[in-house]
C-alpha cells in the first residue's frame, strides 16, 4: 500500500496536552492532506502541506513535511475535547488523481 | 463553505437487489469520487471520474459497480446486484485541484 502503517491508531490524552500523529508514505508526492473525520461524518481537510514546505500552520495545528524520509506529521497544540476525531492523512499519487489515506489516528482528548 | 451532498445517508437493502446512491457535488468541481470506508477502517478508494468517464479504479471496484452521472445531474454509484461485503460507508467527494470535499457518507447495509 501506499502507507507503512495499516491499523488504526488509538491515542488518549488530557485536555491541555500537546500531541503529534505520524505518516509516512511509500512513494512520491507533491502534496499530503491531513483530514479529520467526526464521527458520522466524512472527512474534513483541515491542514495541507505541499512538498516545497517543510512546515504549514493553521491556529494550534502545525504540519510538517519531509520528503527525504517520506514523512508527515501533524501536532495539536494545547488539545481541547472537540480535537476528538480520527485523523487521516493523505496523498495524491503524482500522475493519478486518486487521494490515497493512511489508516488514521482515533484521537481522544479527555477533559 | 461548499459541501458535496449525498442521498439517502442510509439505506438497508437485501441482498441480490440493486442500489444507487446519489451525490451532489460542489458546483464548480470538476472531478467525482466514490470512496468505502468500513467501521474502523481506513477510507479505500473506489473510483474517479471526470468529463462523464471513468478516469481510474480500484481493485474494490467490482464489475457490479458502476457510475455515472447524466445530464449534470447526480453522481451516481450503483450496485447491482448487491452482496454482503458490500456493507459499508460509501462517501463521494469532489474535487477542483487539489480541493477535495467529501461528502457525509452513505451508510449502506445488506442483509
Known amino acids: 500500500s501506499q502507507w507503512g502503517e495499516e491499523n488504526l491508531q488509538a491515542l488518549s490524552i488530557q485536555e491541555g496536552e500537546d500531541v503529534t500523529m505520524n505518516c509516512s508514505y511509500k512513494?512520491?508526492?507533491?502534496?499530503v492532506h491531513w483530514y479529520r473525520q467526526d464521527s458520522g461524518r466524512g472527512p474534513a481537510l483541515i491542514i495541507l502541506i505541499r512538498s516545497n514546505e517543510r512546515e504549514k500552520r493553521s491556529g494550534r495545528l502545525r504540519a510538517t513535511l519531509d520528503t527525504s524520509s517520506q514523512s508527515s506529521s501533524l501536532s495539536i497544540t494545547a488539545a481541547q475535547c472537540e480535537d476528538t476525531a480520527v485523523y487521516f492523512c493523505a496523498t495524491d499519487l503524482s500522475g493519478s488523481w486518486q487521494l490515497i489515506f493512511g489508516s488514521g489516528t482515533q484521537l481522544t482528548v479527555m477533559p | 463553505g461548499p459541501k458535496v451532498l449525498q442521498i439517502p445517508s442510509h439505506q438497508i437493502i437485501d441482498m441480490g437487489q440493486m442500489v444507487t446512491l446519489n451525490c451532489d457535488p460542489v458546483?464548480?468541481?470538476?472531478?467525482f469520487y466514490w470512496y468505502k470506508q468500513i467501521l474502523g477502517q481506513q477510507m479505500e478508494f473506489l473510483v474517479n471520474?471526470?468529463?462523464?468517464?471513468?478516469?481510474?479504479k480500484s481493485k474494490l471496484f467490482k464489475d457490479q459497480f458502476s457510475v455515472e452521472r447524466p445530464d449534470g445531474s447526480y453522481f451516481t454509484l450503483k450496485i447491482q446486484p448487491t452482496a454482503l461485503e458490500d456493507s459499508a460507508v460509501y462517501f463521494c467527494?469532489?474535487?477542483?485541484?487539489?480541493?477535495?470535499?467529501f461528502g457525509s457518507g452513505t451508510r449502506l447495509l445488506v442483509i
Open positions: 458546483s464548480n468541481h470538476l472531478y
Open positions: 512513494t512520491y508526492t507533491t502534496v
Open positions: 467527494a469532489s474535487s477542483w485541484g487539489t480541493d477535495y470535499t
Open positions: 471520474f471526470y468529463n462523464g468517464k471513468v478516469m481510474e
